[in-house]
């Protein structure tokens, strides 16, 4: 398969209920794509100013400040001690990695890429790319052999559903047995809501008590887009195996694949406060505490949605149906069509909308 073959973009398909929905007196209220909408902490603006002058190429490794605020971080935030700076490496976002990890890894024909049930679509992406089999399994009973990679998502993108240490544990082992690397996109981890997670810290897949302290075999994922408002800046990082990050580094180092060095810098401010991601997560609770009664009352179902920036709803009818239903009130949302063939009838609804337009959507859910 070559990037030719690949499906039409799906976001397309929600062009006409965008249409729709800008045609309300009040105007559009798009809850469909998870961009954040919050200004970038002036913290990280002042360190991405002060680091303008990049006239050299940057390290494709990270600088050795970046590197280490990465390990402090995944100590500080995640419960996860002994990582060391050649356990992490900087990416450009964390969608990049997604797509191209089957290839870096040398995956390919005959190898099985497992992701979950309801699944951000670039894990099949990345699979397909390379002529690889992706299997949509979250039973690792169901881990087929000849996997090669597992894609943990936890919390999950779209469905906010969170894995607990032992359930982390029970993929990891059966991944062991078949040989294959489990991967593991944890960038919400910092937004949890209900039950446990509302005060726990939401575990990774590094967590000793998932991996018995022996991450070979295992990396983690995350991103700053969510918690620092840096979607724009494309700034994520991966930890884990050491001799996995090595060769990684070296295939990246092939392809040009550097993170910016203001950005870098930018990420060590991020990594090392943070007051602004407790500023940003109270934010999203309290467009949660909107919306959600409101969906509850139009007569939506919430699933799953312990943590991360999303309500996966359903109104027990096919998704493109309540799009059209909700498109009628001025509302955008994302339809589960497009996270999976497990879901159809479930949409998800992003949190990253101003309080205003979150307000503005839950008075036009109350009307009939």
Known sequence: MSVRDLADYPWDAVAPYAEQARRHPDGIVDLSIGSPVDPTPEIVAQALRAATDAHAYPQTVGTPALREAIVQWYERRRGVAGLAPANVLPTIGSKELVALLPLLLGLGAGDVVVHPRAAYPTYEVGARLVGATPVAADDPADFPEGTRLVWVNSPGNPDGRVLDAAELRGIVARAREL????????????????????????????????????????????????QSNLAGYRAAFLAGDATIVASLLTARKHLGLMLPLPVQHAMVAALHDDEHVAHQKELYRRRRDVLRPALERAGFRIDHSDAGLYLWATLGEDAWSTLGWLAERGILAGPGHFYGTHFPHHVRFSLTASQERIESAAARLAVS
Not at 200 to 220: A, E, F, M, W, Y
Request: glycine share 12%.
């Open 179 to 226: 040989g294959a690397v489990v991967v593991s996109d944890e960038c919400y981890a910092e937004l949890g809501w209900d039950g446990p997670w509302a005060h726990d810290t939401v575990p990774s897949i590094l967590d000793p008590r998932v991996c018995d302290g022996d991450v070979g075999g295992v990396l983690s994922v995350y991103s700053l887009s969510k």
